[in-house]
């Protein structure tokens, strides 16, 4: 079965400080990882993808993920949180050519 | 507007009407999925479609939901005779199957509210 766990559901960070939100998955092959964000009352915003190279990818908004395959790991991180990053973060596993599976979501408080 | 559009975007009915939602996905998208979100979770996937074709519907929560894609271009989901649990947001989102662009783009969501 697949699936994706958000071992953390609220994160806070202080403004300027490095971030990072934590996503594990279990999928069946090589999958397709991503990182969406969500504002209140709005849909989800794609943030970056890993579909295969290097381990380290990088997306929208100077928010970059690290694939690590033996730990089955795709965390989210970015080196300065600003207080405009707070919002809810979802991780999403898609298994080759199948539907998206996504976790229960992380909320980030990044503090002034 | 080059996005996912989804209409209307507040729905308010009531217990056992029956009610259908409208996704217009990106022009050149050949995939298009239904998710349902509630409170403090995440997405839940119900259906998709590739073209005009519903490659998995399974997930859909019962038989008073169902979907359609008559042509390949803009979705609708209904749900009849709705309960106060149906109360989410439903989420439309659109990709391209094929290729590197393999990412899904959401439309801003449907919120259902049963009363």
């Known amino acids: 079965a697949q699936s994706v766990a958000q071992p953390e559901d609220q994160v806070n960070v202080a403004e300027g400080n490095p971030l990072t939100v934590k996503c594990t998955y279990s999928?069946?092959?090589?999958?397709?990882l991503f990182w969406y964000v969500q504002y209140p009352n709005r849909g989800l915003q794609f943030l970056l993808k890993?579909?295969?190279?290097?381990?380290l990818v990088k997306g929208s908004y100077g928010f970059e993920a690290e694939f690590n395959k033996s730990q089955t790991s795709f965390h989210l991180k970015k080196p300065s949180a600003l207080v405009s990053d707070s919002a809810l973060y979802f991780c999403?596993?898609?298994?080759?050519?199948?539907?998206?599976?996504f976790g229960t979501g992380t909320s980030l408080t990044v503090i002034p | 507007d080059t996005g996912v559009s989804q209409n209307p975007r507040h729905k308010i009915t009531k217990r056992g009407q029956n009610v259908t939602f409208r996704c217009d996905p990106i022009?050149?998208?050949?995939?298009l999925y239904w998710y349902r979100q509630t409170l403090g979770q995440g997405p839940e996937f119900l259906t998709y479609?590739?073209?005009?074709?519903?490659?998995?519907k399974s997930r859909l929560l019962s038989d008073r939901f169902s979907a359609e894609r008559p042509k390949g271009s803009f979705s609708t989901l209904e749900i009849q005779r709705t309960e106060q649990g149906d109360s989410a947001m439903y989420l439309c989102?659109?990709?391209?199957?094929?290729?590197?662009?393999?990412?899904?783009?959401f439309g801003q969501g449907t919120r259902l509210t049963v009363v």
């Open positions: 989102a659109s990709s391209f199957q094929g290729g590197a662009n393999t990412e899904a783009f």
């Open positions: 999928v069946s092959g090589n999958p397709y």
């Open positions: 890993y579909i295969t190279g290097d381990n």
């Open positions: 999403a596993v898609r298994p080759f050519g199948n539907q998206f599976y």
């Open positions: 022009s050149e998208h050949n995939r």
């Open positions: 479609f590739q073209n005009e074709a519903q490659l998995e």
